[in-house]
T-cell receptor, first 115, second 115 residues
């Protein structure tokens, strides 16, 4: 069974600074996807960034980037130039490729961006 | 294109009452999922449906039933609600953003309180 661990229950950062959220996972699968979801107070689950495990290049979406270390089973999220609107819960998630492709979520990191 | 819709948005039930949470997607996706989100627990899979006419248990299925009515709709039923089922419920469907890359799209959630 797959597990996803987010070791930082809460983090805070000053506006315009950079913050990194940690995520590790455990799996015996060789083909899979990794995701970071953002959940603001509105409760909506918003996909921030995705990574395909077969790709060595780290994914980037504007101010969001990941550091994907497949051998270490690590998938951290870096947010650059933090904005007040980045305040939210962030969930790391794993999805095996093929079959039912069920998502397995970590418990989340609550990020607060301070003015 | 509404994506994934859920009704109702909020519901309060008394212990022992029954209700059905509705979910529909207009993206022609085969796979649909029901998750629950509890404080500090992240999202956990209740049931999923890989295609019309099939359903299967996830991590926390006890106390729930599901129906995949057609390709668009996937409902979650609580036959006899219990306080332990107080949670936020999310429906999701899985689609292909581009060839070989799948992701799940989430509805806005239903906040259920059982007293």
């Amino acid at each position: 069974a797959q597990t996803v661990t987010q070791s930082q229950p809460e983090m805070s950062v000053q506006e315009a600074e950079t913050v990194t959220l940690s995520c590790t996972y455990d799996t015996s699968e060789s083909n899979y996807y990794l995701f970071w979801y953002k959940q603001p107070p509105s409760r909506q689950m918003i996909l921030v960034i995705r990574q395909e495990a077969y790709k060595q290049q780290n994914a980037t979406e504007n101010r969001f980037s990941v550091n994907f270390q497949k051998a270490a089973k690590s998938f951290s999220l870096k947010i650059s130039d933090s904005q007040l609107g980045d305040t939210a819960m962030y969930f790391c998630a794993f999805m095996p490729q093929g079959g039912s492709e069920k998502l397995v979520f970590g418990k989340g990191t609550k990020l607060t961006v301070n003015p | 294109n509404a994506g994934v819709t859920q009704t109702p948005k909020f519901q309060v039930l008394k212990t022992g009452q029954s209700m059905t949470l509705q979910c529909a997607q207009d993206m022609n996706h085969n796979s649909m999922y029901w998750y629950r989100q509890d404080p500090g627990m992240g999202l956990r899979l209740i049931y999923y449906s890989a295609s019309e006419g099939t359903t299967d248990k996830g991590e926390v299925p006890n106390g729930y039933n599901v129906s995949r009515l057609n390709k668009r709709e996937f409902s979650l039923r609580l036959e006899s609600a219990a306080p332990s089922q107080t949670s936020v419920y999310f429906c999701a469907s899985k689609g292909q953003r581009r060839e070989g890359l799948y992701e799940q799209y989430f509805g806005p959630g239903t906040r259920l309180t059982v007293t």
